[in-house]
């Protein structure tokens, strides 16, 4: 079991026995003790850690258990004053409990050489620095065991290298490696993100070592480790875990649930509507590449008169073709309301990137720089792109960076802020269509412009 969740157990362990036992029995003790871990966890306290010593997290802890209590105390005013009274309890146990583990912990590693296997990327002399630093500290729990690299091994390098980058996904499955440490990436950056995105989604700590630290120009943060005064950074994977990608289903599942019950009748009109003013079905069906390269049925109510070029069209602007009814649902976004039923499927998100049709995601997977791997995450009706202006015939470089960004910084929080500026972003666009959207930029790569006889995106 990795260390931050062993940790996780421990603290909920000391937090109920000083709740239970010494502070409160009861509801009380029960709020008490569920805030506190909950503050803990959206504080970042269990994140994987290099080394873990409780001198440098003591502030973050204190910080934590004292926010704990004023939400509760806050909230429950009778017993205020007893539960400040209390907060030097539940700190002392929680900080021996972790004193306690902690201890244990660098002991059975540096002792039994029980470690987690980790190969280094770049067999440089900062590689080679970062190597000795983690073979000199066994109680951190990581042994490095070879690096990843092109270029020969150092004539005075502590380990041998294993293979290059084209063969990173299999040397990780055959030796069994739990952490990725990115020392010196060197002229192959690109090509290092893309691999080390795919070894994140196989339950792989990856850290990078900042390529200044030695002139002094050290990153800081919560996300900052160090060992033998060199700093690590923790590469987040926030929507990558399994109890993440869960939360995100059952809040994708629970809203569009919701927003089904609540636009059912608007649903009816529109679709009785579309049904008497054009021959045709009510609904348009497109082939659309979700999650993981997976085909799927993007469900829409139909705008346009039928044809058979939707497939291989980028888009069409002929106000000729489109179904008396059918400028208004696009401007205001109503023809996308039937994706609640792909979200109630699970084909897709209410948040992510869009999904694109079959042949332009092959051009495009061929011509941008990561663009496949926005595939990491489930396919959303809005994003992080589409809130910024980029949709339609604007770049799609562009798109791509804001949908990785976006998968990279995943929250829930993130999801109900995307979600809030869209609602927003549609009010603009249906009474103030005019009006520049924030963050809108003009078309800059022309590598990928569509050609002229096409059109612009309907996603």
Same mark, same amino acid.
């Given at each position: 079991?990795?260390?931050?969740?062993? @940790?996780?157990?421990?603290?909920?362990?000391?937090v109920?026995?000083a709740?239970?036992v010494?502070?409160?029995?009861?509801?009380?003790g029960?709020?008490?003790?569920?805030?506190t871990?909950?503050?803990?966890?959206?504080s970042?306290a269990?994140? +994987?850690r290099?080394?873990?010593?409780?001198?440098?997290?003591?502030?973050?802890?204190?910080?934590?258990?004292?926010?704990?209590?004023?939400?509760?105390?806050?909230?429950?005013?009778?017993?205020?004053?007893?539960?400040?009274?209390?907060?030097?309890?539940?700190?002392?146990?929680?900080?021996?409990g972790?004193l306690?583990?902690?201890?244990?912990?660098?002991?059975a590693?540096?002792?039994?050489?029980v470690?987690?296997?980790?190969l280094i990327?770049?067999?440089?002399?900062?590689?080679?620095?970062?190597?000795?630093?983690?073979?000199?500290? *066994?109680?951190?729990?990581?042994?490095?065991?070879? #690096?990843?690299?092109?270029?020969?091994?150092?004539?005075?390098?502590?380990?041998?290298?294993?293979?290059?980058l084209?063969?990173?996904?299999?040397?990780?499955?055959?030796?069994?490696?739990?952490?990725l440490?990115?020392?010196d990436?060197?002229?192959?950056?690109?090509?290092?993100c893309?691999?080390?995105?795919?070894?994140?989604?196989?339950?792989?700590d990856?850290?990078?070592?900042?390529t200044?630290?030695?002139?002094?120009?050290?990153?800081?943060?919560?996300a900052?480790?160090?060992l033998w005064?060199?700093?690590?950074?923790?590469?987040?994977?926030p929507?990558q875990y399994t109890?993440?990608?869960?939360?995100?289903?059952?809040?994708d599942?629970s809203?569009a649930?919701?927003?089904? @019950?609540l636009?059912?009748?608007?649903?009816?009109?529109?679709?009785?509507?579309?049904r008497c003013t054009?021959?045709?079905?009510?609904?348009?069906?497109?082939?659309?590449?979700g999650?993981?390269?997976?085909?799927?049925s993007?469900?829409?109510?139909?705008?346009?008169?039928?044809?058979?070029?939707?497939?291989t069209?980028?888009?069409v602007?002929d106000?000729?073709?489109?179904? +008396?009814?059918?400028q208004?649902l696009r401007?205001t976004?109503?023809?996308?309301?039937?994706?609640? #039923?792909n979200?109630? *499927?699970?084909d897709?998100?209410l948040?992510?990137?869009?999904?694109e049709?079959?042949?332009f995601h092959?051009?495009?997977?061929?011509?941008?720089?990561h663009?496949?791997?926005r595939?990491r995450?489930?396919v959303?009706?809005?994003?992080w792109?589409?809130?910024?202006?980029?949709?339609g015939?604007t770049?799609i470089?562009?798109?791509t960076?804001?949908?990785n960004?976006?998968?990279?910084?995943?929250?829930?929080?993130f999801?109900?802020? @995307?979600?809030?500026?869209?609602?927003?972003?549609?009010v603009?666009?249906?009474?103030?269509?005019?009006? +520049?959207?924030?963050?809108?930029?003009p078309?800059?790569?022309p590598?990928?412009?569509?050609?002229?006889n096409?059109?612009?995106n309907?996603?």
């Amino acid at each position: 079991m990795r260390p931050s969740r062993i @940790i996780a157990l421990v603290d909920a362990g000391t937090v109920a026995i000083a709740t239970m036992v010494f502070i409160r029995p009861g509801p009380l003790g029960i709020a008490y003790g569920a805030t506190t871990l909950i503050v803990m966890w959206a504080s970042g306290a269990y994140r +994987p850690r290099i080394f873990y010593r409780l001198s440098t997290q003591l502030p973050s802890l204190l910080a934590q258990l004292m926010v704990s209590t004023l939400v509760v105390a806050a909230l429950v005013n009778r017993h205020r004053l007893p539960l400040l009274e209390y907060l030097p309890i539940t700190a002392g146990t929680v900080i021996l409990g972790r004193l306690v583990v902690y201890r244990i912990w660098r002991s059975a590693r540096a002792r039994s050489g029980v470690q987690e296997s980790a190969l280094i990327i770049g067999a440089s002399e900062r590689g080679c620095l970062v190597a000795g630093a983690l073979l000199g500290n *066994r109680g951190c729990g990581i042994a490095p065991v070879g #690096f990843v690299d092109h270029n020969e091994a150092l004539d005075d390098s502590p380990l041998p290298i294993v293979g290059d980058l084209n063969q990173l996904d299999d040397t990780v499955e055959r030796m069994g490696i739990k952490h990725l440490i990115v020392a010196d990436p060197g002229e192959t950056e690109g090509a290092v993100c893309t691999r080390l995105w795919h070894c994140q989604a196989r339950d792989i700590d990856v850290w990078t070592v900042p390529t200044l630290f030695e002139r002094g120009a050290d990153p800081c943060g919560l996300a900052t480790d160090d060992l033998w005064a060199i700093p690590f950074q923790h590469c987040r994977r926030p929507g990558q875990y399994t109890g993440a990608r869960l939360v995100k289903r059952a809040f994708d599942f629970s809203v569009a649930a919701l927003m089904l @019950i609540l636009t059912a009748p608007l649903l009816a009109i529109v679709a009785l509507v579309v049904r008497c003013t054009s021959p045709g079905p009510v609904f348009f069906r497109q082939k659309r590449i979700g999650q993981n390269g997976r085909e799927f049925s993007l469900l829409k109510f139909r705008t346009m008169r039928v044809n058979s070029d939707s497939d291989t069209m980028w888009s069409v602007t002929d106000e000729q073709r489109m179904t +008396p009814i059918g400028q208004l649902l696009r401007r205001t976004s109503i023809d996308e309301l039937p994706q609640v #039923f792909n979200v109630l *499927r699970g084909d897709m998100s209410l948040v992510g990137p869009r999904p694109e049709r079959p042949h332009f995601h092959e051009n495009f997977s061929a011509t941008i720089d990561h663009y496949s791997d926005r595939l990491r995450a489930p396919v959303g009706i809005t994003g992080w792109a589409q809130i910024h202006g980029l949709r339609g015939d604007t770049s799609i470089a562009d798109r791509t960076r804001f949908d990785n960004f976006y998968i990279e910084h995943w929250s829930l929080w993130f999801d109900v802020v @995307i979600m809030v500026r869209t609602i927003s972003a549609i009010v603009q666009w249906v009474f103030v269509p005019d009006a +520049p959207c924030a963050g809108a930029k003009p078309r800059i790569d022309p590598v990928v412009r569509i050609p002229a006889n096409v059109g612009g995106n309907q996603s």
